[in-house]
């Protein structure tokens, strides 16, 4: 089998070339360019020239072919124009996710199929395999097999996420020779074999960009305009509607037996240490019996469903201003009435280049706890901010998915309006499983979680697994 290796000048990719190469294939490497430009980066000129170097050096110390191509203008325009466009419109999107899609296993591996390749391998931490029926006998759909994408083996590694948008026929012909294998071993295997890489750091950032300074990088195209930064109270909370609509509908599908009070507010922290979550008994690997009344929740009207998955707003917080005389010269000065829900608190360069959860470039002092951006106003120009984790605005139970945003690597697994299934759900990289309830509506797909989910940010990628095998996707 002719096998086309995507080297990046990481030690992933290059220890899987060298498995592939160890079991007898004919391999060769092709390194990919995808970006030229260097405003906002981090790292210099010519980062990928020294990937470049290092991806040809482990070529030639493994002895395979090695070949170039340029990307750039299709990277250009299906993800870096995507990213801008996602980015003004106030969208959170992920880079890495569409470069697979749209990227490693489209463009790049059109170029490989063109020089012969059966097949394209990456250095991702995932496992593929073909499904089987409970009779062990393979799945197909008409006439062809059916595949699956396991969890990598290393929970420390697990990059299934980036891949959560792959069709059944970008699967049928990739490959993922280190999924089985954990980081330390690849390193030690890079290092026994005296790969160039062997001691390379991993790549951080954008896909194929680099780390940026992403309000500096995405000033190429939008604006920087000057806004007011909104501290939002506890107070506003008690009178919001739809935070108490949101509360009443929680508590109206709970299980019969469940005792106490809903809660509305997550006690997650960070994503930083995650651990590969024990796949439970309970359907789709949840850990846990739900705490919802599935006949309840089965009975939730389409409108009310989708009321539901909306965040709170905050554009009725308006204030108002008063003269003062201050100073013995008794001088007219203007300032802001108090307001029980909020105060003006600083101001931003521009509401687009702020995502919900975020807490670093904000430079607001003189708060106890960090301060959280919990909403943006792309049209006012105004970012929403909340102190401390447990601020009310951080978190939310419930998140849509539109009906053409839906992606089902499974497709044999497709659920039915109307349907209702329990799956395990993460809506970023590296966050720790979720028990959840997915209900299949024409309106959307819909995602409730059995515990309030910190972060959940317009344009991101909800994805559900499951236990190990990743089942599908759908932009938030």
């Not at 969208?91 to 470069?99: E, F, G, Q, W």
């Amino acid at each position: 089998m002719k096998i086309c290796v995507g080297l990046s000048g990481g030690v992933d990719s290059s220890v899987a070339a060298l498995l592939l190469k160890r079991a007898g294939h004919d391999v060769f490497a092709m390194f990919m360019q995808n970006w030229h430009d260097t405003e906002g980066t981090l790292h210099g000129d010519c980062e990928w020239e020294e990937d470049r170097f290092v991806a040809e050096m482990v070529a030639r110390k493994i002895g395979i072919p090695f070949y170039f191509i340029d990307l750039s203008k299709e990277y250009r325009k299906r993800v870096v124009d995507y990213m801008f466009d996602e980015y003004a419109r106030g969208r959170t999107p992920n880079p890495d996710v569409l470069c697979n899609r749209e990227i490693k296993f489209a463009a790049f591996l059109e170029a490989a199929e063109r020089l012969g390749a059966d097949m394209v391998a990456t250095g991702h931490y995932c496992r593929k395999e073909v499904a089987k029926d409970t009779e062990g006998q393979d799945i197909t759909v008409n006439g062809k097999p059916v595949y699956r994408i396991l969890a990598g083996s290393d929970p420390n590694k697990d990059q299934s996420y980036f891949l959560c948008q792959l069709t059944q026929d970008q699967l049928s012909r990739a490959m993922f020779p280190i999924g089985d294998i954990c980081k330390p071993e690849v390193r030690r295997l890079a290092a026994e074999a005296d790969l160039p890489s062997a001691e390379k750091k991993d790549s951080q950032g954008i896909c194929f960009v680099g780390k940026v300074d992403l309000p500096v990088f995405l000033q190429q195209k939008l604006k920087s305009v000057e806004g007011d930064v909104v501290e939002v109270y506890d107070a506003y909370y008690a009178d919001n509607e739809q935070y108490n609509f949101m509360r009443k509908t929680i508590s109206s599908i709970l299980a019969d037996d469940w005792i106490g009070e809903v809660s509305m507010v997550s006690d997650y922290i960070s994503d930083d240490k995650s651990e590969k979550a024990a796949a439970g008994e309970y359907e789709g690997g949840c850990r846990y019996e739900s705490i919802y009344n599935m006949e309840k929740v089965a009975a939730l009207p389409d409108e009310i469903l989708e009321r539901l998955s909306r965040p709170v707003t905050y554009g009725d917080i308006r204030f108002e201003t008063e003269t003062y005389r201050s100073g013995k010269r008794h001088i007219r000065k203007t300032r802001y009435k108090p307001n029980p829900y909020g105060a003006i608190i600083g101001r931003h360069e521009g509401a687009q280049f702020y995502t919900v959860g975020q807490r670093k470039g904000l430079n607001i002092g003189g708060h106890k706890d960090s301060i959280f951006v919990i909403s943006t106003d792309i049209e006012k120009n105004v970012i929403y901010v909340g102190e401390g984790h447990q601020h009310k605005g951080l978190s939310r139970s419930c998140l849509r998915i539109a009906p053409d945003e839906i992606h089902w690597i499974r497709e044999d697994l497709r659920m039915k309006v109307g349907e209702i299934r329990r799956y395990r759900v993460r809506i970023r990289y590296r966050q720790p499983l979720q028990d959840a309830v997915l209900v299949m509506r024409d309106n959307g797909l819909f995602v409730i979680f059995e515990e309030p989910q910190r972060g959940i940010t317009p344009g991101q990628f909800a994805v559900w697994y499951d236990r190990d095998e990743m089942i599908g996707s759908g932009v938030i």
